[in-house]
């Protein structure tokens, strides 16, 4: 077996077949920085900018053009964000399952998807903390977690 077969999930969007600038781009490599960091003023966050650039600019991919990925250019631009998207993402999910835990306080279902996700939120910190784009004393708590989806992805570094 050449490679690790999918059963679930066959379902996203495909990347450009090659990593080359296409010619139909008419955007300069500077206009594309101002309009990331227009749209991550905007509050949008980096993976939707990339699917705004793609369906409104018709930009497949920053990378090859800027040289760097779209969070890259938001800290260069002073823009950081609190954490990581998908670390994001996750404690915004565990969030509001215990939302609907505090309605629904039986539901065994929604308890045990709570422990789960946030035994996976545990995992990321912990690769995140490795990498070095966490301080090493970030802990996940819920009621930190709940002002941290309050307070949005953004903070805005003054230059």
Do not use: C
Request: charged share 35%; aromatic share 6%; proline share 8%.
């Amino acid at each position: 077996m050449a490679g690790k077969r999918r059963k679930k999930g066959r379902s996203h969007s495909t990347r450009p077949a090659s990593p080359a600038i296409p010619k139909w781009v008419q955007y300069d490599p500077e206009e594309i920085e101002e309009i990331i960091v227009d749209l991550a003023k905007k509050g949008y966050p980096p993976s939707m900018i990339g699917i705004i650039l793609r369906d409104q600019f018709g930009i497949p991919l920053v990378k090859p053009i800027l040289g760097k990925t779209i969070t890259e250019v938001l800290e260069e631009h002073g823009i950081k964000m609190v954490v990581p998207e998908d670390l994001f993402r996750l404690i915004q999910k565990a969030v509001n399952l215990r939302r609907h835990l505090e309605e629904h306080p039986k539901d065994t279902h929604a308890k045990k998807g709570l422990l789960d996700l946030e035994a996976k939120i545990r995992r990321i910190v912990k690769y995140y903390k490795r990498e070095g784009k966490l301080p090493p004393d970030w802990e996940y708590d819920p009621q930190r977690a709940k002002l941290l989806v309050a307070g949005g992805l953004y903070i805005e570094a003054a230059k």
